[in-house]
């Protein structure tokens, strides 16, 4: 990690610590913030995490949530926490500008800033100090490991970081089943079980959260709002401002959706394109060597990881799917 042993020497006196994730938290940013808030709050610090947007309901149980600051909802309060920190985390995202607005005033600040991340291409500059890699599994890994540093030794964590941890592990490595799950991923696993990790409860309060309208919404999308272009191994979910009317959805209810089409036979790409406000949000998944991190990085305002990565789009849902068509052809065809 990069300058560890100047940042153990900050944190061995107590420190006013914000924690920021990324815009519509997923499993591993809100594990990750959420579980380092507990392991920080257990040595004394005073950390506060910050949320630059509504997170799933179904990562309420995760010690600590109750006590995030929405910037959404409360700007104030998180800009008086952020100007009063010695210390600030940004977790799972590697770029100031990808928390907008919050990077305005982050920008300004004059204390260290710490990086726990695996998205491929950092803006390393931004951060004195570092825990970067792209070969882990999740953010959730990198805390892990970033605990284990500042202990000398594999720790003895409270079942509030270890489900916090477990599920940024377990929905990043979509249930070790990608191509990011690696040996440690497994190890993580074994050494939490041990620690007592409550496989049912992480199921049940993770997974089995579906409401009767979320479910319907995916049997219409998978029906009626998926499009399958075989020619070009790529296929197209859309949500619509009516569906997200229609089917009540809140935060993280399109989870997990863009997967679909990559279970059918020769999909190598997979397209989640979601009315937001005047923008269109953009989900990419792929298999193999094809590289959407370098796509929605180059056509969209995004990046991510080379299997999974997201934008935008300021189009209509009609023309950013023949946009993306199109640059597909002319990229990939
Ligand atoms: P998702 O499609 O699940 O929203 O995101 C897939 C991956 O891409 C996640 O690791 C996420 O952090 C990243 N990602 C999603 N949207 C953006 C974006 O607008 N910019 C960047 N740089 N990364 C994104
Ligand atoms: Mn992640």
């Known amino acids: 990690m990069k300058n560890f042993d100047q940042l153990k020497n900050l944190l061995s006196s107590p420190k006013k610590i914000v924690i920021v994730t ?3 938290p997923d499993g591993d940013a809100m594990g990750s913030s959420l579980g380092l808030y507990n ?3 257990s040595k004394g610090h ?3 995490v910050i949320l630059p947007t509504e997170y799933p309901d179904y990562f309420r149980w995760m010690r600590g949530t109750r006590k995030a600051i929405l910037y959404n909802r409360r700007k104030e309060d998180a800009d008086a926490e952020i100007n009063q920190a010695d210390l600030v985390f940004c977790l799972d995202f590697n770029a100031l500008k990808r928390v907008d607005p919050i990077h305005n005033v982050l920008e300004k600040l004059d204390v260290p800033f710490v990086l726990i991340d695996h998205h491929l291409e950092p803006e390393l500059d931004e951060f004195q100090f570092a825990l970067h890699s792209i070969k882990s599994s999740s953010t959730c890994e990198l805390v892990a ?3 284990e540093l500042m202990e000398g030794e594999w720790p003895n964590l409270n079942k509030d970081i270890v489900h916090c941890l477990y599920t940024g592990l377990v929905t990043d490595t979509g ?3 990608n191509g990011a799950t690696t040996t440690r991923s497994f190890e993580l696993a074994a050494k939490f079980m041990k620690l007592g990790l409550d496989l049912e409860f992480i199921r049940e309060n993770v997974f089995n959260t579906y409401k009767e309208k979320r479910i319907r919404f995916l049997g219409n999308a998978l029906l009626n ?3 399958v272009v075989q020619q070009l191994k790529i296929a197209y979910i859309s949500v619509t401002k009516e569906d997200v009317r229609t089917y009540d959805l809140n935060a993280g209810d399109t989870e997990g959706l ?3 089409p990559l279970t059918i036979k020769g999909i190598k790409v997979a397209v989640l394109l979601k009315e937001h406000g005047d923008i269109i949000k953009l989900s990419f998944r792929s298999k193999d060597d094809i590289s959407v991190n370098d796509f929605a990085r180059k056509y969209f305002q995004g990046g991510g990881h080379k299997n999974a990565a997201g934008g935008k789009s300021s189009k209509s849902l009609s ?3 023949i946009e993306i068509t199109n640059l597909w052809k002319k990229e990939f065809a």
């Open 22 to 24: 990324h815009p519509r």
């Open 39 to 41: 392991y920080l709050r």
């Open 46 to 48: 005073f950390p506060t």
């Open 145 to 147: 490991d970033f605990i």
């Open 175 to 177: 249930n070790f089943q």
């Open 225 to 227: 709002r998926l499009v």
């Open 258 to 260: 863009v997967n679909y």
């Open 319 to 321: 023309a950013t799917i």
